[in-house]
């Protein structure tokens, strides 16, 4: 693997597009050299001038461009949600683990995504969808909080011809015709064999851990479901120590990580 640009590399936004009332997808080009090429699970910390940087995960590899989708929850993820075409931002990475896809060879795969954890599980569903014969039934199954909060649903419906795709959001008037309820009941109706699925997970992490238990209780092996964790980062290369988790430093051992060694270390209450 390449080594990440430890300095932000300058990236010009070429698109923006409103996801949902406080998240868009933006896309960057390299307005300079590029960075390493990214692979689908890795984060990189993107700056906005004069205010600060946040991890992002990709969401789109398209040769040098990245796509990110972005939810403003504070100033810094508010100003990159605001960005528009021909704005400038700074980027570092790749960092972390990427999903490991191309280990679940042969394997059935459930994507199972919360919210915004949709966005770094994008990048390993189209990969999923241009190699079919690597894989076996590909799941997709998504929980939001309400129809409003779903993340690319055009591309939902488009996955439907290759992949099992299901949705259900916590809550929603009559005009919501699909399902109503935590992202887990959708799992009676995937089409796998637990015993060679390999599961990836990313959302809340309540959710993580409820699904991630029911994956186990259905035989699904600990090994084979691999959660993507979020802590506070900061450096990005594992030495301001922001995202320690247990012996992690998730930004470097993460934030991917199998679900033998998160299930222990999310037991741990954080101070
Ligand atoms: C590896 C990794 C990948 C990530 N990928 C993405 C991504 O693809 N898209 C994306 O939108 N975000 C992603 N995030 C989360 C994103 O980095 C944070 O939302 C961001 O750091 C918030 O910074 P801020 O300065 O805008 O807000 P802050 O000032 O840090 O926070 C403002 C308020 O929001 C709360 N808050 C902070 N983070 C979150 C959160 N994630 N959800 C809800 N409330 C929060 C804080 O507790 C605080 O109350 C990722 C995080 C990690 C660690």
């Known amino acids: 693997m390449t080594a990440p640009s430890a300095v932000p590399l300058p990236y ?15 896309v960057l080009e390299p307005a300079g050299a590029p960075l390493p090429p990214f692979a689908p699970g890795q984060f990189a910390m993107v700056y906005a001038f ?3 940087d946040v991890p992002l995960s990709v969401c789109g590899i398209d040769g040098n461009r990245l796509t990110h989708t972005v939810r403003a929850v504070g100033a810094i993820s508010s100003a990159l949600r605001a960005l528009r075409p021909g704005d ?16 679940a060879a ?26 079919p014969e690597r894989y076996g039934r590909l799941n997709v199954l998504v929980g939001a909080r309400e129809p409003g909060d779903l993340l690319y649903p055009a591309e939902l419906t488009g996955w439907q011809a290759d992949a099992r795709v299901l949705t259900t959001v ?4 009559e005009r919501w015709q699909g399902d109503v309820g935590v992202v887990t009941t959708l799992l009676d109706r995937a089409s796998f064999d637990p015993h060679s699925a390999t599961a990836f997970v990313c959302g809340p992490e309540p959710m993580i851990r409820a699904t991630a238990d029911d994956l186990v209780q259905r035989g699904v092996q600990p090994d084979r479901i691999r959660v993507s964790l979020e802590r506070t980062m900061h450096c990005g290369t594992g030495h301001c120590g922001h995202c320690q988790l247990g012996p ?6 993460g934030p991917v990580v199998t679900w033998t060694r998160a299930r222990s270390l999310l037991l741990v209450r954080e101070l």
Not at 170 to 173: I, L, V
Request: charged share 25%; net charge negative.
């Open 88 to 103: 400038c931002v700074g980027v570092r990475g790749p960092f972390g683990t990427g999903w490991g896809l191309p280990e």
């Open 248 to 253: 992690l430093l998730l930004c470097r051992d």
């Open 170 to 173: 916590d809550r929603a008037d």
């Open 106 to 131: 042969g394997d059935d795969l459930l994507v199972v995504a919360g919210g915004i954890g949709l966005a770094p599980l994008r990048p390993l569903v189209l990969a999923a969808l241009a190699t």
């Open 50 to 52: 004069g205010v600060g």
């Open 12 to 26: 010009r936004v070429v698109s923006h597009r409103d996801e949902t009332d406080d998240t868009a997808t933006i």
